[in-house]
């Protein structure tokens, strides 16, 4: 039971002007609706103090969603994004995290840059590479790894997160059997270059990340994917006094529209809570097509070393963000491949000066831009001549306007 002459009990009900008895009550309790009849039950110690945690969790989120609004909405008005075809965002996406032991947060933050990372090889690699196949240049390929197999591993339709809200929505699941199922869903060996079983536990999980394997202590993920509260103290939330508390919560399940799918609850058949596995994969997903519909720039951010001390560099460190975040093959790409280009008409416009009046053509656009670049660069393996545009080495074409 909870006192309620406790401090930090009196506090919160002041605070967020809730009514004692009933929060005081609903964190101790459950309510289990079964058809006709509700069942009233103690929670666990360690129940209740996870009840607890996720009511201040869920504040906590719904005020820092409704923080984000107000400034987006102070940046740009309605007025403001009446007018504007674009925008500015910037993303931080160095994040991948492993330490000595890692649980459902490191997966989350993991998987996340797993997908950002895979956007970064897409623009780097397979959309640089391509160009040069459709411009149909000399061009030898350079490999990269592909982590898709991966991110399948964690999203897929029997993925991890998958196998996690099932065994979160099962009355009697937990997290060994979460494990178990995942040992029994990924011992194929073709799953075992990025999915692995620790030689010595059975409760853990390795992923083999595009950063870093990563092991993962499984207990803990069902509670934190289950990271809801209840339907009553959801209630005793948007009751409260508080205008501003009511203002940040999201509306309650019995004040939105009646659909079909909400009918049925008065059927007997609950409605499935969107686990945080779920809804953190969903925001991912968002977040994707945001950046996929935008020009991207990237900026990568390298720690020096792991204490944060000032003009210390640990080499290995460096190395290896470097090669983790792709920035070894970037600089291969940048050095093998052909980062200026122009199309013909452009080069043309801008170099055709630099020939005699005698060789002026615009009849063969082609021809005569290879004649620029044979009169201009010794070197013929600076340059490339595409289909409809001009690929330079580094450096280049700064060196035919000196």
């Known amino acids: ?11 919160v009900t002041s605070l967020l002007e809730l009514n004692p008895n009933n929060f005081r009550k609903w964190l101790v309790k459950r309510q289990i609706v079964a058809r006709t009849e509700s069942i ?38 309605e007025e403001i994004s009446k007018t504007a075809n674009s925008f500015i965002g910037v993303l931080d996406i160095y994040g991948f995290e492993h330490f000595e032991r890692n649980s459902f947060e490191q997966f989350c933050i993991n998987y996340a840059n797993e997908k950002l990372q895979q956007e970064f090889n897409k623009h780097v690699f397979k959309l640089e590479q391509e160009e040069y196949v459709k411009e149909q240049i000399a061009w030898n390929f350079i490999d990269f790894s592909d982590n898709q197999p991966c991110i399948d591993l964690i ?27 995942l040992y029994k869903q ?3 060996p ?10 010595f536990s059975n409760t853990a999980f390795t992923i083999c990340h595009y950063a870093h394997d990563v092991a993962y202590e499984g207990e803990g993920f069902l509670d934190k994917n289950k990271d809801t509260i209840s339907d009553e103290l959801s209630s005793v939330l948007s009751n409260s006094e508080f205008d501003f508390l009511k ?15 909400s009918a049925r609850r008065s059927m007997g058949v609950a409605l499935k809570k969107k686990t945080l596995g779920s809804s953190f994969k969903s ?13 991207v720039h990237y900026i990568r951010c390298i720690k020096p070393n792991e204490e944060k001390k000032p003009w210390s560099f640990d080499s290995q460190m460096v190395i290896s963000q470097l090669r983790a975040c792709g920035v070894l093959e970037t ?8 980062p200026s280009r122009r199309s013909i008409e452009e080069f043309v416009d801008r170099y055709y000066l630099l020939l005699p009046p005698s060789q002026w053509s615009r009849q063969d656009l082609s021809k005569f831009t290879m004649s620029i670049l044979q009169h201009t660069i010794n070197n013929p393996d600076k340059y490339q001549l595409g289909s409809t545009k001009v690929f330079f080495r580094a450096g280049h074409p700064r060196a035919l306007s000196t």
């Open 1 to 11: 039971m909870i006192d309620e002459t406790d401090a930090s009990f009196k506090i």
């Open 40 to 77: 009233l039950s103690n929670l666990k110690p360690a129940e209740a103090v996870a009840a607890r945690d996720a009511v201040a969790k869920f504040v906590y989120a719904n005020l820092f969603d409704w923080l984000i609004r107000i400034i987006n909405k102070s940046l740009c008005t």
């Open 155 to 181: 999203e897929g339709r029997l993925g991890i997160l998958a196998l996690l809200d099932e065994e979160s929505r099962l009355p009697s699941g937990t997290d060994s059997s979460f494990i178990s199922k």
């Open 186 to 188: 990924y011992e194929s």
């Open 190 to 199: 073709e799953n075992t270059g990025f999915f692995k079983k620790p030689k």
């Open 247 to 261: 203002d940040i919560l999201p509306t309650p399940v019995d004040e939105q529209p009646i659909n079909p799918s």
């Open 283 to 295: 925001s991912l997903i968002s977040l994707m097509d945001t950046v996929n519909s935008t020009n």
């Open 331 to 338: 600089i291969r790409i940048s050095c093998e491949g052909y």
